[in-house]
């Protein structure tokens, strides 16, 4: 019998050879989209170093770059206007060049802005990626193609987290982390190459006045997600920013040891993604997102508050409990919009997330500067999943083995399953 870990490699459903092609492209679509969205959380600390910036400081640095988002909601328009190839391909080349220039800013302000350009591209990227997955997998396969693309996205970062070593070489070696990101480039190449349209906006476009090119995004769905998202990166924006700060201020560690710290906490949560993917898809969305986020939230938050083995248990459970949750979570941001307004209302969600979650860095900079414990901290902002477990629990819909067309009636002229 195979144990679970290989089954959730597998499809829930059987795919064509359509669908596994596009799994595989969007897969290394992510390489670069995760890079430049981890790069910054990773070596801000070292920047702040030679810049002379601190908690406080970089709190706000963090909030700034999140706030660069708004920048991905005219892309995500663009998205439902020209389609998802398009800005997938746009985003691919245009992130890492961008990102790289944080290489060579003179202060901690320049290199603020340049992820604040750089970073915001690569989260429209990895909208698009999804927003894409959604519209091409059936209705048992969605969040699993979303769990293989996040077990992706870990090459990316992990990418940026092996590169930090680096950052431990002199003062400022911090910089040669963000030219790694520059090797990223042969993927937009492949995209170019290969990546086709995803068929629904096909459809979509070749519609001139049905119901479903005038669809509108719903309300209560839309404010629902939002207030969601918020919650939960409130506390996971706070804990990877402050992360490497903790490790490096309060337990000492060098760039290495930070660096196989992250890896080895973070890396096996794939596991959790796996398992996640499958159980979202076979035993339904909601009970495994309201039981597996608070956990991980709880467990994540004590690692700051322990040292040794059982921090590193702590963040290491913490991680794949969270990964569990994922792919369920992921997954709504997608399914409960209509192909016309998928992009932006996915956007729309990922912007709100990331600002509300820059107010959470502001705080936690200035309670750390007020000697406030790591600990109290992130105990304090686990609050937040703990009450998106409940909303999950007693709002949400569920979703699994239900066709987007169904979740979305305006979009029945465009069902081809």
Avoid at 188 to 206: G, V, Y
């Amino acid at each position: 019998m195979k144990s679970p870990i290989l089954r959730g490699f597998r499809a829930p459903e059987p795919l064509t050879k359509r669908q596994r092609q596009v799994v595989v492209l969007l897969a290394i679509a992510c390489f670069p989209s995760s890079f430049v969205n981890t790069v910054f959380t990773q070596t801000v600390a070292y920047a702040a170093s030679e810049f002379g910036i601190g908690e406080q400081g970089q709190g706000f640095g963090a909030a700034v770059v999140r706030w660069g988002v708004v920048i991905a909601l005219p892309l995500a328009s663009l998205a439902d206007r020209v389609g998802r190839r398009t800005m997938i391909l746009l985003t691919a080349w245009l992130a890492p060049i961008i990102t790289s220039l944080g290489a060579i800013a003179p202060s901690f302000a320049l290199l603020v802005v340049t992820q604040a350009l750089g970073r915001p591209l690569g989260i429209a990227l990895n909208v698009f990626v999804l927003v894409f997955a959604v519209e091409e997998m059936g209705a048992n396969s969605r969040a699993w193609a979303l769990s293989i693309l996040a077990m992706a996205s870990g090459i990316g970062a992990g990418s940026a987290v092996a590169a930090i070593p680096l950052a431990g070489i002199s003062e400022s070696s911090w910089r040669y982390v963000y030219l790694v990101g520059l090797g990223w480039l042969v993927i937009a190449l492949i995209l170019t190459r290969k990546l086709p349209e995803t068929e629904r906006f096909r459809s979509l476009a070749q519609h001139e006045s049905d119901r479903a090119t005038q669809a509108h995004i719903h309300g209560d769905r839309l404010a629902l997600q939002v207030v969601v998202a918020i919650l939960i990166n409130v506390f996971i924006a706070t804990a990877s920013i402050f992360q490497v700060r903790y490790l490096k201020d309060v337990r000492g560690y060098s760039a290495s040891l930070i660096a196989l710290y992250s890896v080895v906490t973070v890396v096996p949560a794939s596991i959790g993604l796996i398992i996640g993917g499958r159980l979202a898809e076979t035993a339904g969305r909601k009970t495994l997102a309201a039981i597996a986020t608070p956990i991980g939230a709880l467990l994540i938050a004590s690692s700051f508050g322990l040292s040794g083995f059982a921090m590193w248990c702590a963040a290491l459970l913490g991680g794949i409990a969270l990964a569990l949750a994922y792919p369920a979570m992921s997954v709504f941001r997608n399914e409960l919009f209509p192909t016309a307004k998928r992009s932006i209302a996915s956007a729309m969600i990922t912007t709100a997330s990331l600002l509300g979650g820059s107010a959470g860095l502001i705080v936690a900079g200035i309670l750390l500067e007020r000697d406030f414990s790591y600990f109290s901290v992130m105990l304090t902002f686990s609050s937040g999943p703990i009450l998106v477990a409940i909303l999950v629990a007693f709002v949400y819909p569920e979703t699994a083995h239900r066709k987007l067309e169904e979740l979305n009636p305006e979009d029945r002229d465009l069902e081809r399953r």
